[in-house]
């Protein structure tokens, strides 16, 4: 089974939520932190690596002899990475998603492929957890090709949990891709609100399930609870504004290591997460 954590904006408490219910499986979980611009769960799960493997895409490269400058390939590019001028051709690596339509589709064979690294995975274990990250190298902007290496090792027959980039765009959809449950977590503020919107749309479009988390209850309004009584989104765990929980946190200590009655609460989460997917999985199906 594999289950996403997002939030729709950063600091929401992803992390701790992720690790923690890695944590409290444990025994043969994978956990992939694919929120490779700042993968920052080795700080609490303090994974030993063992494996490094360097992450590279093919880049554009024009052979200007062949080139007739028809502009097919700059029509090609979803992503404005070539521009066809009268005498040249310009490529920008740092916009290149590495899709490899312009090479295919050039009517004069005139572009060649060469590699760019992008980034690095890292895999080792934290105690009986497998530990798996992508890390974006300083500099490129072009996230998704390291989270698709990361997702590479994923093993169906297991649970894997996915620490997913805060926000909706590409890199948290790459993440999220083919998961079977995905768990938004949030805050019980107007802004809190405002992320968890666009993240339900997001995972609504690719047709998962998911559940809330409210983290730090007690301060704030009610406007994510009603909001998800309203769209049929469960509440699945609120975890209170605690100075412990933050100082653990701020200690690099895991949650459920520092506080551990709070296993149990993760170990029902879990449970929890099974039955609603199998729910809204039959619940969509009747729909189609
Ligand atoms: S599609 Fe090929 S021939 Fe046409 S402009 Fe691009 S590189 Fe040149
Ligand atoms: S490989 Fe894809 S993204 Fe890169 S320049 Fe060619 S068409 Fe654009």
């Known amino acids: 089974m594999i289950i996403s954590v997002a939030s729709g904006k950063g600091g929401t408490g992803k992390t701790l939520i992720a690790t923690s219910l890695a944590l409290s499986l444990a025994n043969g979980v994978q956990f992939l932190d694919c929120d490779v611009e700042e993968p920052d769960a080795h700080i609490l799960l303090k994974p030993a690596f063992s494996q490094r493997e360097s992450v590279s895409i093919p880049i554009p490269r024009v052979d200007e002899e062949k080139c007739t400058h028809c502009g097919r390939c700059a029509e090609v590019c979803a992503y404005n990475a070539i521009a066809v001028l009268k005498t040249q051709v310009l490529i920008f690596p740092e916009l290149c998603h590495g899709c490899g339509a312009c090479s295919y589709l050039c009517p004069e064979d005139a572009i060649s492929e060469v590699g760019r690294e992008m980034g690095l995975v890292e895999k080792g274990c934290s105690g009986e957890i497998e530990f798996i990250q992508g890390k974006l190298t300083i500099g490129q902007a072009v996230a998704p090709p390291v989270i698709r290496k990361v997702k590479e090792y994923i093993d169906p027959q297991r649970i ?69 009584l309203k769209e049929g989104i469960p509440i699945l765990l609120r975890i209170p504004l605690d100075v412990q929980i933050a100082r653990l946190y701020s200690q690099g200590i895991p949650l459920v290591e520092g506080m551990p009655q709070w296993r149990e609460a993760f170990l029902e989460l879990f449970a929890d997460i099974e039955q609603a997917a199998l729910l809204q999985h039959i619940e969509m199906v009747l729909d189609e």
């Open 160 to 228: 894997a949990i996915i620490d997913v980039a805060p926000g909706t765009s590409c890199p948290a959809v790459e993440a999220v891709k083919g998961s079977d449950f995905c768990l938004l977590v949030t805050e019980p503020t107007p802004f809190g609100l405002n992320d968890l919107i666009l993240a339900v749309e997001m995972v609504r479009s690719m047709n998962i399930p998911c559940g809330v988390i409210i983290n730090r209850t007690g301060v704030g309004d009610s406007g994510v609870e009603e909001y998800s």
